[in-house]
């Protein structure tokens, strides 16, 4: 039987020993701070755990769903059960995401029109993306560049940027359409409009795209109550405790291990990989990542107005506030709801914005309490708070990202094949992608 040394003990170190137990291998893991779980965490905030990082993840991508299943958590599995999916910002009113909207992309122009976030000429140039001629998509190219040219400026940066821009908190103009944004890369390439692209695929998958179809009943999105971190917790339940190591982070030298998985964020994995693979190690050097603030914030239920009605409210860049999103827990999540509070996330940073990051604890707070007052009424301190700084957490796909990364592992599979590499540095940020990407690297060691 071959033996295992992992070194990370995220998600994806996580999940790469699981599915190693699974089939009877053994294995070591070394995960170098105190505590498993990484960017998937929750903390307490007031008397109950609140979801620190991720809250969420795409029903989709089959894997997460997968893994609830064997850790017996997919009874538990919850969807948002917010009235309205989000409200984006614009001069201090909040207007509605328009239906049909695919990762910020407005595939029904009547409710873009009715939404009142985009001007008559935006609307007009969004009108006309079907009669432009093809983009050139080369290798690749950023979602600010492919979106601007097919959309107009002012639906990319009013619409777009707030979405795919959010969720990876990047700079849209230099992300990559094909590493941030698939399956619109996939609906690119076989369209020419991208509109009717994404129309076309929305009748055919609905849901599947991140924006229910028509009638679609498939859940979009999953949740956990008490947070996604429960995932993390039944991991390390159900692991072989011998063979879990917190505080450890060694060097490849000595491990006494037949394979290596290096389930690290990308700086981490090239300092490892300097000596046996000098390439792998300067290409993984070049993945860049972006770092997140973010305020969980409790209040008195009657402190906060207007009625929250959605799961939350998205702040484009273009705006130039701190604060990209704030999510209404409370309203989002059954699980967070509670007749006498009202629990919001306010969150800041963005790839080559670090004023947040600048700030101190309070006047981060300060800050990104102001802000949100443009568009809440909030009459009252809050009843708790928690300050979460993610430094160098979001890894960034810029354009050529894919190539970069089967480079990386061309040139481990020469220098080093007993080694290979996991995580969400390489082939997807989210949760599912993450466990996608251990159990590749399981079965890479297994064989
Ligand atoms: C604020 C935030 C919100 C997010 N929200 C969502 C969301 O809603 N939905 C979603 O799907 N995804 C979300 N994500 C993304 C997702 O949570 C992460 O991409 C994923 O959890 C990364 O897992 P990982 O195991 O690859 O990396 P990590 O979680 O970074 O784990 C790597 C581990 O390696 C350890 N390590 C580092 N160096 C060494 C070393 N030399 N030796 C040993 N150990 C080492 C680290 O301490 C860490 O524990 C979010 C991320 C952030 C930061």
Redesign the pocket.
């Known amino acids: 039987m071959t033996h295992v040394a992992i070194?990370?003990?995220?998600?994806?170190?996580?999940a790469t020993a699981f599915e190693l137990q699974r089939s009877d291998h053994t294995f070591d893991l070394?995960?170098?701070?105190d505590?498993?779980?990484?960017?998937?965490w929750s903390s307490l905030v007031g008397d109950r755990m609140v979801?620190?990082?991720?809250?969420?993840?795409?029903a989709r991508v089959p894997q997460?769903r997968a893994l609830c299943e064997q850790l017996g958590l997919a009874d538990q599995l919850t969807s948002p059960v917010a009235p309205v999916p989000a409200y984006i910002h614009r001069s201090g009113a909040l207007h509605e995401l328009p239906k049909g909207t695919v990762l910020g992309v407005p595939t029904d122009l009547d409710e873009l029109a009715a939404s009142g976030l985009i001007s008559a000429q935006g609307l007009a140039e969004v009108a006309a993306e079907p009669t432009r001629p093809p983009t050139d998509l080369g290798g690749d190219i950023s979602v600010g560049a492919y979106f601007r040219e097919r959309l107009g400026d002012e639906v990319t940066e009013r619409l777009i940027d707030p979405m795919i821009g959010g969720?990876n908190?990047s700079d849209i103009d230099r992300l990559s359409l094909r590493s941030a944004a698939p399956q619109i890369a996939a609906a690119a390439q076989g369209h020419v409009s991208i509109l009717e692209g994404l129309r076309a695929a929305r009748a055919s998958v609905g849901a599947t795209l991140g924006s229910a179809g028509p009638g679609a009943d498939e859940p979009v999105f999953y949740g956990l109550p008490g947070g996604?971190a429960r995932i993390i917790d039944a991991l390390v339940a159900v692991l072989d405790a011998r063979s879990l190591h917190l505080g450890?982070?060694?060097t490849l030298d000595g491990l006494g291990a037949d394979r290596v998985v290096i389930?690290?964020?990308a700086p981490?994995a090239s300092?490892?990989l300097a000596e046996v693979s000098p390439t792998a190690s300067r290409l993984l050097a070049e993945i860049q990542y972006s770092s997140?603030a973010?305020v969980s914030v409790e209040f008195e239920a009657q402190a906060v107005t207007p009625h929250l009605d959605a799961s939350g409210i998205l702040f484009p860049r273009v705006d130039g506030m701190v604060l990209t999103a704030c999510t209404w827990f409370s309203t989002k999540w059954a699980h967070y709801q509670r007749a006498d509070r009202v629990l919001l996330r306010l969150?800041s940073g963005r790839f080559g914005d670090t004023r947040a990051l600048d700030l101190g604890d309070e006047a981060l707070v300060n800050r990104l309490l102001t802000e949100v007052q443009c568009v809440l009424d909030i009459t009252a301190e809050p009843t708790a708070l928690r300050v979460?700084r993610?430094i160098d957490?979001?890894?960034q796909y810029v354009p050529g990202h894919a190539d970069r990364v089967e480079a990386i592992f061309a040139a481990l599979g020469a220098d080093a094949p007993h080694i290979t590499l996991?995580?969400?540095?390489y082939r997807g940020?989210?949760?599912?992608?993450?466990i996608a990407?251990a159990w590749t690297a399981a079965q890479a060691v297994r064989t």
Do not use: M, N
């Open positions: 070194l990370g003990g995220g998600l994806a170190g996580l070394y995960e170098a701070s505590r498993f779980g990484g960017k998937v979801d620190a990082g991720a809250d969420t993840f795409l997460g969720i908190a996604t450890a982070s060694p389930a690290t964020p981490a300092r490892l997140v973010q969150t979460h993610w957490a979001l890894p996991a995580g969400a540095a940020i989210g949760i599912p992608a993450t990407s």
